[in-house]
């Protein structure tokens, strides 16, 4: 396809760049007045998921009011633990829920499900896809995503959110082969979502692993980057990038991971990451979520330091993490547009 801005594409496969790519994690979201309109029509945030027309509006929505250089399919990662049969519900100001959660063999036939067409339970993605890249009509283009198989597992084991993930680390010593079992079962139902989703018109993959960090070094090479790369190793014919957040020991392992980009936190520093990685990856963040909530001068003396920092053209801009709900939207077009005016 011919695109009428493909800078995302091309800095993520190492080509020239005239300029930094910028969007935002999250960016489909509160901060847009718009994005809260299309949300209190409806009954709450799982319903505009699964509701392929409007998950399609709230994905071209930022692309128009915030001038964004890509697309990120409006979803969420627990969609595939509620494919696999453990259905989750979305709790205003709590988060993420699940009733039931996996905590033996038997857990695992019910609610690990793997025998299943993807595209049965999980249709509404692919169609919302299609539906955002008819629309886009190549102007920038369009981000499709996953959780990595430890987040999903995190969430599949603990219930909901948490500060520890105490039982899901327990699991991983009490019970390493069962542990081992819901990850691959989660890995090949992801790479089946993936792939599903490069066919409807994802350009690019990215996959979230938000609880990385929890983990120490050599128990995150087994339970998360193994079957970060089986996905990073499986999905063919687009980019893929992998944000590991918090797992800044696990870096010079992924920089061998078979993806073209590497998601950065803010805690990480790109000039030191680029110095492990060498130029054979492309870097994508790194700005502090929290930064937004300065003055429009200061986020751009801070976004240009960040940008002087970068000693590369293989960079993505964007945020160490999704975009905070109460930030001014205008704070968010300051930050887009010094990317846009900085020269490289």
């Known amino acids: 396809m011919d695109f009428k801005n493909d800078l995302l594409l091309r800095a993520a496969r190492g080509e020239n760049i005239e300029r930094y790519p910028v969007w935002l ?99 509404y993605v692919k169609e919302a896809l299609e539906i955002t890249k008819k629309e886009l009509n190549g102007r920038v283009p369009l981000i499709g995503f996953a959780g990595a198989p430890w987040t999903i597992f995190c969430y599949m084991v603990e219930g909901g959110g948490s500060k520890t993930f ?97 998601g950065l936190d803010w805690n990480m520093n790109a000039a030191e990451v680029r110095k492990l990685v060498g130029e054979n990856k492309t870097l994508q963040g790194n700005l502090d979520p929290c930064a937004l909530y300065t003055s429009h001068k200061e986020i751009e003396q801070l976004t240009i330091n960040m940008l002087d920092s970068f000693e590369s053209k293989r960079h993505i801009v964007n945020l160490g993490h999704g975009v905070y709900p109460d930030i001014d939207p205008n704070k968010v077009k300051t930050f887009i547009k010094t990317v846009k005016d900085y020269e490289i």
């Open 166 to 262: 105490s039982e899901a680390r327990k699991m991983l010593y009490q019970n390493p082969t069962l542990a081992h079992e819901l990850l691959n079962r989660i890995t090949e139902v992801t790479i089946r979502y993936l792939k599903m989703q490069v066919t409807a018109g994802a350009d690019l993959i990215q996959v979230f692993d938000s609880w990385a960090g929890i983990l120490g070094q050599k128990q995150y090479e087994e339970f998360g980057l193994k079957y970060m790369n089986k996905i990073a190793d499986a999905i063919k014919g687009v980019p893929v990038t992998l944000f590991a957040k918090g797992a800044y020991a696990a870096l010079p392992n992924l920089a061998q991971s078979n993806c073209n980009t590497l």
């Open 25 to 123: 994690m999250r960016q489909a979201g509160r901060i847009l007045p718009e994005y809260r309109a299309v949300r209190n029509s409806l009954s709450g945030f799982k319903e505009l998921v699964e509701t392929p027309a409007l998950a399609a509006e709230v994905t071209i929505q930022p692309v128009d009011h915030l001038g964004v250089d890509a697309a990120i399919i409006f979803s969420d990662i627990l969609v595939i633990p509620e494919a696999m049969g453990l259905e989750y519900q979305m709790v205003e100001k709590v988060g993420p829920y699940f009733e039931k959660t996996i905590k033996s063999e038997a857990d695992l036939i019910q609610h690990g499900q793997t025998d299943f067409n993807v595209e049965d339970r999980l249709g």
